[in-house]
């Protein structure tokens, strides 16, 4: 019962984060017109284009390019890697959806993500420490939260959050420089608006990496409770978070734009809560030994 509240929770979170995002996105294209014409709806506009043109350029691309910039080599049968292979089509029939395609990482610290725009183009990567590492009920929990991320469309939503970050730093610059160049024209401006905008413009790309973050902490957590129920067993789950953060190691062949979607910080950054992409090991571990 407390496992289907949270997951329920969760939902309701990120949809109200995921909305306040999209209003900030409008919000910074309003504040940019408004500096240079005294209007905000060409900036709103203009974000709206951007943003749609963006998010639709990287779910075009999205799985290939992933695994390419980790290094991941796709197992296309079960020949290589029975255990995971089994692992993987299980989680996957539990789950009700298509097996996402295989792939592995030569690297020696454990971790694991998936990528995919729908369950349909679903893929999972684990590296090798991961194998090496894990018992098998481990493995099969940090298996079930990369397919409940597939699942619950999470890649689809990082890969928008991480389109309009990049678009807010876009419009943000773009602005910036306009302003720089540009002289008077700001009579007819009141000064608290001016200001306002102005303030939001330049902090604006710091901004949306913090809503990012806090996305993609919220479907860790939703990640965390769906693996649960598709192993009934969030004991391996747990275990297997106290390992994989329990290495000092980072994943040498992980990219840096790509660490958010990993099943734990494949940088091993000590970051400021605020700044991390992914919750607390330790309250992601009370909460599952608590289901």
């Known amino acids: 019962m407390i496992m289907y509240k949270q997951i329920e929770r969760n939902k309701r979170h990120t949809v109200f984060i995921v909305a306040g995002f999209i209003v900030f996105v409008l919000a910074v294209g309003a504040a940019i ?28 691309s999205s799985t290939n390019v992933v695994m390419r910039m980790n290094h991941a080599h796709e197992v296309k049968d079960g020949s290589e890697h029975r ?43 684990v590296t090798t420490g991961l194998l090496d590492q894990l018992n098998h009920e481990e493995m099969e929990g940090v298996i079930a939260h990369e397919v409940a991320h597939i699942r619950n469309y999470d890649i689809r939503l990082s890969t928008i959050a991480v389109a309009l970050v990049s678009v807010v730093a876009i ?9 720089f160049f ?14 306002f905008a ?16 806090a996305i993609s902490r919220k479907r860790e957590y939703l990640a965390d409770a769906s693996a649960v129920e598709l192993t009934r067993n969030p004991g391996g789950l ?20 790509s660490a958010s979607i990993y099943f734990a910080d494949p940088l091993k950054r000590k970051t400021a809560q605020l700044f991390s992409s992914h919750p607390p090991p330790k309250e992601r571990i009370k909460r599952l030994y608590n289901m």
Do not use: C
């Not at 419009?171 to 302003?179: A, K, P, T, V």
């Not at 540009?182 to 200001?195: A, E, Q, Y």
């Open 33 to 60: 017109t408004y500096l240079m014409a005294g209007e905000i709806f060409t900036g709103m506009i203009l974000a709206l284009v951007l943003g749609g043109a963006y998010t639709a350029m990287m779910l075009m």
């Open 198 to 213: 102005l303030v939001l413009v330049i902090i604006a790309p710091l901004v949306a990496m913090m809503i990012r973050m």
């Open 238 to 257: 747990a275990q297997a978070l106290e390992k994989i953060t329990g290495v000092s190691q980072p994943v040498s062949e992980a990219s840096g734009a």
């Open 83 to 125: 255990r995971l292979w089994d692992a993987v089509g299980n989680m996957a029939m539990v789950a009700r959806i298509p097996r996402p395609r295989l792939f592995i990482i030569k690297d020696s610290s454990p971790n694991a993500f998936a990528t995919g725009t729908s369950p349909e183009k679903g893929a999972v990567a």
């Open 182 to 195: 540009s002289r008077g024209g700001n009579n007819n401006k009141h000064p608290i608006m001016l200001i």
């Open 171 to 179: 419009i943000s610059d773009l602005g910036i420089r306009m302003l």
